[in-house]
């Protein structure tokens, strides 16, 4: 899996570091909406399964939450953070693995939050 690299050691002037940020912005705001998308529809299955109940649609929910902690841990371990550059590959490599853990922990953490809150506003 090829990595994108992010320096934060590395200086940059203040239109080096605009560019940096609209790239970063241009290329977020889509995956956002993306990811927002999938959580409408976690969403719709989560009123379902309160409102209907069954093995299937708990299921469902259930491959759906595996599925998307899975990919925010995929999605995220692609950026390897570089913040100290002694560090050996292999320390870079696992720090790298354990924020892109922590990442997607978080961010499952939140959606599921996202899915209670308005799994609790449409009952």
């Not at 708990?58 to 759906?64: D, E, K, P, V």
């Not at 320390?91 to 693995?97: E, I, M, Q």
């Amino acid at each position: 899996m090829d990595k994108q690299q992010i320096d934060l050691q590395k200086e940059r002037s203040e239109p080096e570091m605009q560019e940096v940020l609209d790239r970063f912005y241009l290329a977020a705001t889509p995956k956002y909406f993306e990811w927002l998308g999938w959580v409408a529809a976690l969403a719709a299955v989560t009123y379902l399964k309160n409102k209907h109940g069954g093995f299937a649609l708990s299921a469902i929910l259930t491959i759906g939450y595996v599925l998307l902690f899975s990919y925010f841990q995929a999605f995220f371990y692609r950026f390897e953070l570089v913040v100290n550059k002694k560090w050996s590959a292999r320390t870079r490599r696992w720090f790298s693995l354990g924020l892109s853990a922590i990442l997607a922990f978080v961010t499952s953490y939140l959606v599921i939050k996202v899915l209670k809150v308005m799994s609790a506003a449409t009952s």
